[in-house]
């Protein structure tokens, strides 16, 4: 089983390290296991961030256009 640490998961994903870990700390993604004292993503890690954070782009572009169609309805 392949593991990845938080700087190879953040450019797996194209994001900030310091991005992944304020996920982590908001409690938007649960804390993976450690191994030494450091986190260690598995496979279905990456595949439950990846999957957030599609959910969360596709809700960002709702309320977007949400809020166009409102502006030009008023």
Do not use: C
């Amino acid at each position: 089983m392949s593991f990845y640490s938080t700087g190879e998961l953040s450019k797996i994903l194209g994001m900030s390290r310091w991005s992944l870990i304020y996920l982590l700390e908001t409690g938007k993604i649960k804390e993976p296991m450690r191994i030494g004292g450091k986190r260690v993503f598995a496979k279905n890690d990456l595949e439950a961030i990846q999957q957030l954070l599609k959910e969360r782009n596709n809700h960002e572009f709702d309320i977007r256009r949400n809020e166009t169609a409102d502006a030009t309805t008023n």
